[in-house]
């Protein structure tokens, strides 16, 4: 049961810790900005060559679940929570 209760907060504390890395590189990855500084324009010759824009004018849907990755990464670090939880409460016979 210690073991259990051991090993997940070990997982959910690297898990939590990379949470903010997670998120800065997808939101640079998705960055709407072009190397000048301003804003991503659509059918701009120079922005459609610009390599920070190519994700927004390839597919703005991929620039949109790629911004969903942090939080679901986080649901994923509080399932691992309820599930160390729920299998220690059951080993020591309490649920």
Known sequence: ???N???GFIAI???????GPLATEVSTTTATTNATGGP????????SAS????LYTASSWGATVLDM????FALGILGI???VTYSSLRQAGIV
């Open 81 to 83: 929570g309820i599930a």
């Open 51 to 54: 390599a920070q824009c190519q």
């Open 13 to 19: 504390l690297i898990g939590v810790v990379l949470v």
């Open 1 to 3: 049961m210690i073991a």
């Open 40 to 47: 991503c324009l659509t059918g701009s010759a120079y922005n």
């Open 5 to 7: 209760l051991i090993g």
């Open 69 to 72: 990755v942090p939080g679901f």
